[in-house]
């Protein structure tokens, strides 16, 4: 009985230990994903898109399914900025109109 009891009493500390452990590790896990994008986010200059400007568009935006083969180009030909909704979102107008 006594053994059972001891038993017991120290499953459930080694679960408080594991639940313990799993809260660290997630911590860590947590600290590294912002370190890393934070080194990232150094390296990148953002751009503002304006009115007129000349932009490339990826291929997968004008053509989802993906019937391309592998050695096709991943940009379209160069598109006019023909309006700017919000940042990062415009409306494109090819070169000849």
Do not use: F
């Not at 038993?7 to 408080?16: G, I, K, T, Y």
């Not at 860590?28 to 009115?51: E, F, G, H, Q």
């Not at 490339?56 to 023909?82: C, F, G, I």
């Amino acid at each position: 009985m006594h053994d059972k009891e001891v038993s017991n009493r120290q499953l459930r500390e080694n679960l408080d230990l594991l639940e313990e452990k799993c809260d660290d590790a997630h911590l860590r896990t947590l600290a590294y994903k912002k370190v890393i994008a934070k080194l990232y986010n150094r390296k990148v200059r953002p751009r503002s898109i304006r009115l007129g400007d000349l932009v490339l568009q990826k291929t997968e935006v004008s053509d989802p399914t993906r019937s391309r083969k592998n050695l096709a180009t991943n940009w379209e030909d160069p598109y006019h900025v023909k309006d700017v909704i919000q940042e990062g979102t415009c409306t494109l107008a090819t070169i000849e109109g």
